[in-house]
């Protein structure tokens, strides 16, 4: 058993709501799990090396709730020469492990993935358990659900009818998935087609729900305008994604049945941002007509007090698997009314929580798992320094090391110290 002392570290506590100073943190390298957290550096435990971390700022590991690992973000910076999805199982394969291994570069240490052409990234959580690849640990949905000819339905299961939606659901949990992902609504990414586009009755949304929870399975909708928000509310959903329009019937009925919004405000701001003469056109008229109603509607849901659990919609245009999980933390800030505390909350406790996860993540707390990352500024005043280069641990070992520090940065490195068994 090897047993690593951190200490003269800053510890972020989301019930404070900030960073504790002058705390230590004992890490079990071989469980990969936090053993003591506490004041000073005195522990109850017997350890074989200490770390002094110098005060440097410690929050748990970003956890992304949103993320297409078999998409391409770099298509886009191409001008639209290349295919977005390739038909190939191994350049979507390819493109899963170059992103895994890009997101956790940058902190992202837990990612469910709702949407993955030919099941790819349920062999790629198999290959990241197993140490074969790096990158975060992986929540798998497989393909997503879509009506034929849908939202989505070019890599994804086709069906139609509640006897069809019972056995795809059923076949994509035998195959492995660890939560259902369905397309409720249409959306911006498929030409012919709306955001207000209602795309699964009622009936066919709400057994998806039953199959996945009678697993003890997660269940996510893609629902963005009004109606079919409501619908997937209705129909029992864990989180709703993308959410561009919810009124105040909407936030009471998520209040009701305890849903999550995963708001994935970078996948739209991004394209509105950089996408004038490579996003097609009709996608980006979409954004243009939705995007106002849709930052008003997270920060509805953000002063309402609705759980908000970080996503991204990685793999979207100009939307990829570095610091854009960060910088949707500040779009949260800065659009929909966050503090920067609130927004680490989202990418971290309420991550896990929407994902089912909180018993082993999510908080720097014994019996967790140590997957953190360290920072020389505090992201309490400044959420952006989130972005910047940092320290990333795994189960309680470094995974990535900041590459270029200041001399001040320098003087705050972590440094070793052996200790006797």
Same mark, same amino acid.
């Given at each position: 058993?090897?047993?690593?002392?951190?200490?003269?570290?800053?510890?972020?506590?989301?019930?404070?709501?900030?960073?504790?100073?002058?705390?230590?943190?004992?890490?079990?390298?071989?469980?990969?799990?936090?053993?003591?957290?506490?004041?000073?550096?005195?522990?109850?435990?017997?350890?074989?090396?200490?770390?002094?971390?110098?005060?440097?700022?410690?929050?748990?590991?970003?956890?992304? /709730?949103?993320?297409?690992?078999?998409?391409?973000?770099?298509?886009?910076?191409?001008?639209?020469?290349?295919?977005?999805?390739?038909?190939?199982?191994?350049?979507?394969?390819?493109?899963?492990?170059?992103?895994?291994?890009?997101?956790?570069?940058?902190?992202?240490?837990?990612?469910?993935?709702?949407?993955?052409?030919?099941?790819?990234?349920?062999?790629?959580?198999?290959?990241?358990?197993?140490?074969?690849?790096?990158?975060?640990?992986?929540?798998?949905?497989?393909?997503?659900?879509?009506?034929?000819?849908?939202?989505?339905?070019?890599?994804?299961?086709?069906?139609?009818?509640?006897?069809?939606?019972?056995?795809?659901?059923?076949?994509?949990?035998?195959?492995?998935?660890?939560?259902?992902?369905?397309?409720?609504?249409?959306?911006?990414?498929?030409?012919?087609?709306?955001?207000?586009?209602?795309?699964?009755?009622?009936?066919?949304?709400?057994?998806?729900?039953?199959?996945?929870?009678?697993?003890?399975?997660?269940?996510?909708?893609?629902?963005?305008?009004?109606?079919?928000?409501?619908?997937?509310?209705?129909?029992?959903?864990?989180?709703?994604?993308?959410?561009?329009?919810?009124?105040?019937?909407?936030?009471?009925?998520?209040?009701?049945?305890?849903?999550?919004?995963?708001?994935?405000?970078?996948?739209?701001?991004?394209?509105?941002?950089?996408?004038?003469?490579?996003?097609?056109?009709?996608?980006?008229?979409?954004?243009?007509?939705?995007?106002?109603?849709?930052?008003?509607?997270?920060?509805?849901?953000?002063?309402?007090?609705?759980?908000?659990?970080?996503?991204?919609?990685?793999?979207?245009?100009?939307?990829?698997?570095?610091?854009?999980? /960060?910088?949707?933390?500040?779009?949260?800030?800065?659009?929909?009314?966050?503090?920067?505390?609130?927004?680490?909350?989202?990418?971290?406790?309420?991550?896990?929580?929407?994902?089912?996860?909180?018993?082993?993540?999510?908080?720097?707390?014994?019996?967790?798992?140590?997957?953190?990352?360290?920072?020389?500024?505090?992201?309490?005043?400044?959420?952006?320094?989130?972005?910047?280069?940092?320290?990333?641990?795994?189960?309680?070992?470094?995974?990535?090391?900041?590459?270029? /520090?200041?001399?001040?940065?320098?003087?705050?490195?972590?440094?070793?110290?052996?200790?006797?068994?």
């Amino acid at each position: 058993m090897t047993k690593i002392n951190y200490t003269n570290v800053a510890i972020y506590n989301h019930e404070k709501q900030n960073f504790i100073a002058n705390q230590h943190m004992v890490v079990d390298t071989d469980t990969g799990k936090i053993v003591e957290v506490g004041n000073g550096s005195s522990i109850n435990q017997v350890v074989n090396e200490v770390s002094d971390m110098h005060g440097r700022y410690v929050m748990p590991g970003i956890m992304n /709730a949103h993320t297409h690992i078999t998409s391409i973000p770099t298509y886009w910076w191409n001008d639209g020469k290349e295919q977005r999805h390739s038909d190939s199982h191994e350049f979507n394969t390819m493109f899963a492990v170059k992103n895994m291994a890009d997101a956790i570069d940058h902190g992202i240490t837990y990612i469910r993935n709702v949407g993955a052409a030919f099941d790819i990234d349920i062999e790629v959580k198999k290959m990241q358990e197993k140490g074969w690849i790096k990158g975060p640990k992986v929540m798998t949905s497989g393909k997503a659900f879509s009506i034929t000819g849908g939202h989505g339905s070019g890599g994804g299961y086709e069906v139609d009818g509640v006897d069809e939606v019972r056995k795809g659901v059923r076949q994509a949990m035998k195959n492995g998935v660890d939560n259902i992902k369905m397309m409720v609504t249409g959306g911006v990414l498929k030409n012919g087609e709306t955001p207000d586009d209602i795309q699964f009755t009622p009936e066919e949304a709400r057994t998806a729900v039953v199959e996945a929870h009678h697993k003890g399975k997660t269940a996510a909708a893609h629902a963005q305008g009004n109606a079919g928000v409501k619908e997937a509310v209705e129909a029992g959903f864990d989180t709703v994604e993308h959410a561009f329009d919810i009124d105040d019937e909407t936030i009471a009925m998520m209040k009701e049945h305890g849903t999550v919004v995963v708001p994935t405000m970078n996948a739209m701001y991004a394209i509105y941002k950089y996408g004038k003469d490579t996003v097609p056109d009709w996608a980006r008229e979409k954004v243009i007509v939705n995007i106002k109603k849709h930052f008003a509607s997270i920060t509805k849901a953000v002063q309402a007090g609705i759980p908000i659990a970080m996503g991204t919609d990685a793999g979207t245009p100009y939307n990829g698997f570095r610091s854009e999980s /960060a910088y949707e933390m500040e779009l949260y800030v800065e659009k929909a009314g966050m503090t920067p505390a609130q927004a680490i909350d989202s990418a971290t406790i309420n991550c896990a929580r929407a994902m089912h996860v909180d018993d082993e993540y999510g908080q720097i707390v014994a019996g967790n798992y140590a997957d953190f990352i360290s920072m020389a500024e505090n992201p309490v005043n400044d959420i952006s320094v989130i972005q910047h280069d940092k320290d990333v641990y795994q189960n309680g070992i470094c995974v990535h090391q900041q590459a270029v /520090a200041t001399e001040t940065e320098q003087q705050a490195a972590p440094s070793k110290v052996s200790a006797a068994i």
